[in-house]
């Protein structure tokens, strides 16, 4: 059977089967070979880029320029998987038509299938707003990277009964305002599934537990490469950042003791092209 190119269409029927959602987030031509032939089913390039790839302090620094050339290298690298661009802060808040045109320069210029913004209700006119541009929004609530600050940091949402009714009804607003799937992130699992529960759409967790519709992590948690802190919610499916740090420290040492290039790593030469040159 020939693998098709996921759609939002087929994400809505794997709700509606209770089939789960797979996402990772995926930032180059490599990463994203990878997880499209491991047959995730949607790949986030999140604006995360900007710590685990670029080594900002927080997501907030990252430009349009930046999440443009990365989603380019993802979309090279995949040919089966839903592609979801992260818009960057300050890309749609100020103004909706900048958000209308950075929305759209997602699709246009590096072929991104959709675009990810954070918010509640405070964004469902843009919400709409882009979608009646012709371009698929997925939402996101509870913690929201880019106004961490205003949220006291990186702390769990919805934790009261006044906060999870402020969660739900944010989740309703922005399906009723045409999100296509909302990412819920580090809520409570009951919340989070009474969320799920609620909506017709899909909702996609990072520490929200397993009632959501579909699960997302950060590629570089996931695989042991960042080594600055781990969330709580982060499983780890390898440790790469000390196999590569072991195997730099190995090339160093081979190429310091001159064990490399060996014999075998080089190119011999003609012998009689040899005698010619160095003879004259």
Not at 129 to 157: C, D, E, F, N
Not at 208 to 219: H, P, S, T, W
Request: a neutral charge; glycine letters at 10%.
């Amino acid at each position: 059977m020939t693998q098709k190119k996921m759609t939002i269409l087929t994400l809505h029927e794997k709700k509606a089967r209770g089939e789960p959602i797979t996402m990772v987030t995926a930032y180059d031509y490599p990463s994203a070979q990878a997880a499209d032939r491991a047959g995730m089913d949607c790949l986030l390039v999140g604006d995360s880029l900007g710590m685990v790839v670029l080594g900002y302090d927080s997501t907030v620094p990252v430009t349009m320029d930046e999440m443009l050339h990365h989603c380019r290298a993802v979309r090279r690298g995949s040919q089966y998987a839903y592609l979801i661009g992260d818009m960057p802060f300050m890309s749609y808040q100020a103004d909706r038509a900048k958000a209308i045109r950075n929305a759209g320069r997602f699709l246009k210029e590096s072929g991104m299938d959709a675009v990810k913004l954070e918010g509640g209700r405070e964004m469902t006119d843009t919400v709409r707003a882009i979608g009646a541009a012709g371009i698929i929004v997925i939402g996101h609530i509870g913690l929201t990277p880019q106004s961490a600050g205003k949220l006291g940091g990186y702390r769990v949402q919805g934790k009261t009964a006044a906060d999870a009714q402020r969660l739900l009804d944010d989740a309703l607003a922005l399906q009723d305002a045409g999100a296509a799937m909302i990412v819920l992130e580090m809520v409570p699992d009951r919340v989070a599934e009474r969320i799920s529960k609620a909506l017709r759409i899909p909702t996609v967790g990072i520490g929200a537990g397993g009632g959501c519709d579909g699960q997302v992590l950060v590629l570089h948690d996931l695989l042991g490469m960042f080594e600055r802190f781990t969330p709580r919610f982060v499983k780890k499916y390898a440790e790469l950042f000390p196999q590569m740090e072991q195997a730099l420290a190995a090339y160093r040492d081979d190429v310091t003791a001159r064990r490399f290039p060996a014999a075998e790593h080089a190119f011999p030469v003609d012998e009689g092209e040899w005698e010619r040159w160095v003879t004259g």
